[in-house]
């Protein structure tokens, strides 16, 4: 996967980009009943990445972005033994203690997980063929079933990274060794596979599947939920399958 990172000009990309976001935040609000969402993004806050030849866009919150880029490598320096032990609490509250967010846990996990997220574009124009994913940190907590006080991602980038690692240190509850460079490079990776690999859905057209070859042994699967009223795409989860021996 050949990655290039590009300026995001003002006139002639920043401003659509603010229109497209505005546009889908607005439609995506009034379906799920909200009161408040966040919409627009200061110029800062938008990337233009090309992957394999093409040119895509992301915009987002400040937590969002500096939760990725930033502090989840600061964290597992500095706590490694919060991660990879299958509470997404723990994993969260590593988060607070590297760049503080809230002196109650409780509070930090509720801002995290409200409307922090980032639109990924691959064109500027809003015409039939144009597709929109959203990636959030992650979209719920939910209790594990029988497990005393244990929480796990639902949804999201911290449910996509329960399966893999940074120089084998697992990223987010899961124990998965699938070692990746930085957190952009998944992101870059999930980009690839949503806009650039066909996929297929299933029968009621709201869950999208995408195989991805990812080396001599594994595929990697992508799930999305597509919210077919907006038409606007989520991040469920990606994971490791083993590829069949050819006969």
Not at 143 to 166: C, N, V
Not at 232 to 246: A, D, G, H, P, R
Request: charged share 30%; glycine share 6%; aromatic share 14%.
């Amino acid at each position: 996967m050949k990655i290039q990172r590009r300026a995001v000009d003002y006139e002639s990309e920043y401003k659509k980009l603010q229109d497209r976001a505005r546009r889908i935040s607005k439609d995506l609000g009034i379906h799920e009943a909200k009161n408040l969402v966040k919409s627009t993004f200061p110029y800062n806050n938008y990337r233009k990445v090309d992957i394999d030849g093409h040119d895509f866009y992301y915009g987002g919150t400040n937590i969002f972005l500096i939760v990725t880029e930033i502090v989840i490598e600061e964290a597992l320096k500095m706590f490694p033994k919060n991660f990879g032990n299958g509470n997404a609490v723990s994993v969260l509250h590593a988060l607070n203690k590297t760049r503080f967010l809230h002196e109650r846990i409780k509070d930090a996990i509720r801002i995290y997980g409200n409307e922090n997220f980032v639109w990924v574009f691959d064109r500027l124009s809003d015409d039939n063929d144009s597709r929109i994913l959203r990636l959030d940190l992650f979209r719920r907590l939910n209790k594990i079933p029988h497990k005393k006080r244990k929480w796990d991602f639902t949804g999201g980038i911290f449910h996509a990274l329960k399966h893999f690692s940074i120089k084998g240190q697992p990223l987010s509850t899961g124990t998965d060794i699938n070692d990746v460079q930085n957190i952009q490079s998944i992101i870059f990776l999930i980009i690839k596979a949503f806009f650039l690999i066909p996929g297929t859905f299933d029968g009621a057209g709201t869950t999208y599947t995408v195989t991805f070859d990812y080396d001599e042994k594994y595929n990697l699967k992508f799930i999305f939920y597509h919210e077919v009223n907006t038409k606007v795409y989520f991040l469920k989860t990606i994971y490791k399958i083993k590829k069949k021996k050819e006969k």
